[in-house]
């Protein structure tokens, strides 16, 4: 299928989105909204489809979030501001799925942009990435973004980034420090690094067993340590009796390169 404001490009089980839209920042409009919700149900129920790279088109910006102009036509047209709406189809959609997200940062991750980042499972970045927020300095909330965010760094770093606005940015050497992001590379390797890193979990690691690990980490931070450790020795049988479980232990035995098929 063609997309007008991304780029889908499938090596073997991997797919890789790319937002394509640099002279508008990667801002995410309509379209766009509409587009990322297509792949991301395709990626839900395609069984050949296992790891997803996320990542933005050009040199300056991974993605400026909310394209703003046209939800300011949309407000003036409609009389109330109705922006929010066109990304949560699509998030809710990305937070429902076990497969593997990893998101690569090139430049500028602004605002809404942050919704990629917070639902995905690995976050590398280039030496150029910065992450900041405009929202309160265009009269906005954020709240979905910036709570998946404080799941993943300290909460006094994401409530500066908010609440002072455009004027606090965390550069990637300091989104590293802090724990959103897991290594920065130049930016000649920032995709290389991430095909690598999609290329492990595709061709090494049991996809039932990815989607049931991601199930139980994310199922024990929900309940918290008191219930949510007890709750992941429910998740562990899951996939026990599968086909991918019996190869793994088999060619263990058999010192060979295991042949899942996520059955």
Not at 29 to 56: A, K
Not at 74 to 81: C, D, F, I, L
Request: proline residues 4%.
């Amino acid at each position: 299928m063609a997309y007008k404001d991304i780029l889908v490009e499938k090596r073997g089980r991997i797919v890789c989105v790319t937002l394509n839209r640099p002279e508008r920042a990667n801002a995410i409009g309509v379209e766009t909204s509409g587009e990322l919700l297509e792949v991301f149900r395709e990626y839900r129920d395609n069984p050949e489809q296992w790891v997803m790279i996320l990542t933005g088109a050009g040199e300056k910006s991974f993605c400026s979030g909310m394209y703003v102009t046209e939800a300011a036509e949309k407000t003036q047209e409609k009389g109330k501001t109705e922006g929010y709406t066109i990304f949560k189809p699509w998030t809710d959609m990305m937070q429902s799925i076990r497969k593997p997200f990893i998101c690569a940062v090139n430049g500028y991750c602004v605002g809404g942009g942050w919704h990629l980042v917070a639902d995905s499972d690995i976050v590398i970045a280039s030496e150029n990435a910065q992450f900041l927020d405009t929202h309160v300095n265009i009269g906005l909330i954020n709240g979905v973004e910036s709570a998946g965010f404080a799941y993943k760094m300290p909460l006094g770093i994401v409530m500066r980034m908010v609440v002072e606005g455009r004027h606090f940015r965390v550069s990637a050497q300091q989104a590293c420090q802090w724990g959103l992001v897991s290594e920065v590379l130049p930016r000649d390797a920032l995709m290389t690094k991430a095909w690598e890193i999609a290329t492990h979990i595709a061709e090494e690691a049991a996809p039932l067993a990815v989607q049931g690990s991601k199930k139980a980490i994310m199922g024990a931070i929900d309940r918290g340590p008191t219930d949510g450790i007890p709750y992941t020795w429910t998740v562990l049988t899951d996939i026990q009796d599968t086909e991918d479980t019996k190869e793994g232990f088999r060619s263990f035995v058999e010192k060979r390169k295991p042949k899942f098929t996520g059955r």
